[in-house]
């Protein structure tokens, strides 16, 4: 695998986590790492990516045809991520350029971060805390900082996929009915398929486990809000772009939905005045769904290994799009 990578020159886009897998990438490629915290701007992206043969980019960089006829030596594109959207996929199949993700590394870590979000919005952590460290903690009231039971409460998955099953298995755990909807029934999926209109009306916690893309952007809307209970709970760990946010924020307001707790906004990072922060009952952290040091690393593993397959002509083990391979050959 390595003799043709060996040849290769590679553009990372930010520093990797651990040493395992820029070691990895070093050992096999010429590799040339962005130095900054942030991402680089699309001139410099353009610029390093010129004359390379893969690039290792994050969510953060926006992959198009301009970007892609900007640097035409390049044939493999890793994300490190799940989710792809930051990419025209079309646009690389196109032009014979390989993509890969890292699906199945980060499932629980998300997981764990969605039902983070559920509990800490049920039971008010933020305003607690907030509570404390402002002074505002008084002697101990019966009727202060009340929140919503999970036990019984229904969990409704929108987006049947690994990190949903892991989220319904977790909801399962903690006695919670759970149906889910998707483009179909999944098999052995822990919970009930309903379509998603009854899972709306239906749930009281309600986590979004969708990927971005022309079909599912904006689908939480002013409609969906109305559909659900007054009670209920909204949970977005997936892509801020499935919702409408000024449709959310409406809601809050209205008290059409009880309460909403994101991991993924638009656009991120999200600015201290965006008027979405201005609504009631909404607990806001900045994208750490996969935030843990064992997951960052696993996800850069599986990055440079999708890269290093790729680049040496071996069909990697999460293409995106297979057709770009297949089409190679
Ligand atoms: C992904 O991999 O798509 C996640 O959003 C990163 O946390």
Not at 150 to 176: D, S
């Amino acid at each position: 695998m390595t003799s043709t990578a060996a040849r290769s020159r590679v553009f990372v886009t930010r520093a990797l986590p651990g040493s395992a897998p820029i070691e990895a990438l070093r050992a096999a490629c010429a590799v040339d790492v962005w130095e900054g915290d942030e991402p680089p701007p699309r001139d410099a992206l353009a610029a390093r990516a010129a004359g390379c043969d893969g690039l290792l980019t994050m969510l953060t960089e926006r992959v198009d045809g301009a970007l892609l006829d900007a640097c035409p030596t390049v044939r493999v594109v890793a994300n490190m991520a799940v989710g792809f959207d930051n990419i025209d996929v079309p646009a690389a199949t196109e032009r014979g350029v390989l993509v890969t993700n890292t699906p199945g590394v980060l499932t629980e870590t998300t997981a764990d971060l969605a039902f983070a979000l559920l509990l800490a919005s049920a039971r008010r952590l933020a305003e607690g805390e907030a509570a404390v460290r402002g002074g505002t903690w008084g002697p101990w009231n019966p009727s202060w900082l009340l929140g919503r039971e999970v036990a019984g409460a229904t969990l409704g998955i929108v987006g049947p996929g690994r990190i949903g099953a892991a989220v319904a298995r977790r909801g399962q755990g903690f006695g919670m009915p759970v149906l889910y909807s998707g483009r179909r029934a999944v098999e052995d999926f822990p919970g009930a398929f309903v379509p998603l209109d009854a899972l709306l009306e239906r749930s009281d916690f309600v986590s979004v486990h969708v990927p971005l893309n022309e079909d599912t952007a904006g689908m939480f809307g002013d409609e969906a809000f109305a559909r659900m209970k007054r009670t209920a709970t909204f949970i977005n760990t997936a892509r801020g772009g499935v919702v409408d946010q000024a449709a959310l924020a409406r809601a809050l307001r209205a008290g059409t939905i009880a309460a909403a707790a994101l991991d993924v906004t638009t656009p991120e990072p999200l600015p201290p005045d965006d008027p979405l922060l201005g609504a009631p009952h909404l607990l806001v952290v900045p994208h750490v769904g996969s935030a843990t040091g064992q997951t960052r690393e696993r996800m850069a593993s599986l990055a440079v290994a999708g890269l290093l397959a790729g680049l040496a002509g071996e069909r990697p083990q999460h293409p995106v799009n297979p057709d770009a391979w297949e089409r190679r050959r």
